[in-house]
């Protein structure tokens, strides 16, 4: 790990390695299956309190830090040179986008337009806002599952690496989103302690 901050990194949306994806495909596709609504907001509020944790043991001072980690499973290469608060404002981006997925699904309709990891990347310039703006839409995501009167619903949103989900599968997704990212994060502190 580094902290170099040009790195030579595969483009946004460049996708997993092929054998990487049928397994995540794979892996998914179990966990929706054995999951429930309770599941999935249990694993959601868990990985939210162990992303918090993490980010008030790193100091302030080194969250907007820049860190090269390797590439972890379910992470694409162009997100392996962020910041802690960089991978805050990508799930604060995505966390928003799931909310209103789920919502419309359980409303009975397809949301516009198309899903795409390029278009969910941070911004390297975030600051401390984001860490209250991360929080707000873990609220959204909860709310989004809870309200919902049913989450198998037969209309579906495209995921750019599942495929069309319903809105059970959208509230799989949020819980694993952020377990990936959580390690992320603490790849990252790993790399500021050096």
């Not at 992303?51 to 980690?69: H, K, M, N, W, Y």
């Not at 009975?108 to 975030?126: E, I, M």
């Amino acid at each position: 790990m580094s902290t170099n901050t040009d790195p030579q990194l595969a483009p946004p949306g460049a996708g997993l390695p092929a054998i990487e994806l049928w397994v995540a495909r794979l892996l998914f596709a179990l966990t929706r299956r054995r999951g429930n609504r309770e599941t999935f907001v249990a694993k959601f509020e868990q990985e939210r309190a162990a992303i918090r944790a993490l980010v008030d043991s790193c100091p302030e001072t080194q969250r907007g830090e820049r860190v090269l980690i390797a590439r972890l499973r379910g992470l694409e290469d162009s997100s392996r040179n962020w910041s802690v608060w960089m991978t805050l404002d990508h799930l604060r981006i995505t966390n928003t986008a799931l909310a209103r997925v789920i919502s419309a699904l359980a409303a009975g309709k397809v949301p516009p337009g198309k899903a795409s990891t390029a278009a969910v990347k941070p911004s390297a310039a975030v600051t401390a806002t984001v860490e209250a703006e991360f929080e707000r839409s873990c609220d959204d995501v909860l709310a989004s599952i809870t309200a919902a009167t049913e989450l198998k619903t037969q209309v579906r949103y495209a995921h750019p690496w599942f495929g069309p989900l319903d809105a059970l599968g959208w509230a799989a997704m949020a819980g694993m989103h952020m377990g990936i990212h959580r390690v992320q994060i603490e790849s990252i502190m790993a790399g500021l302690r050096r």
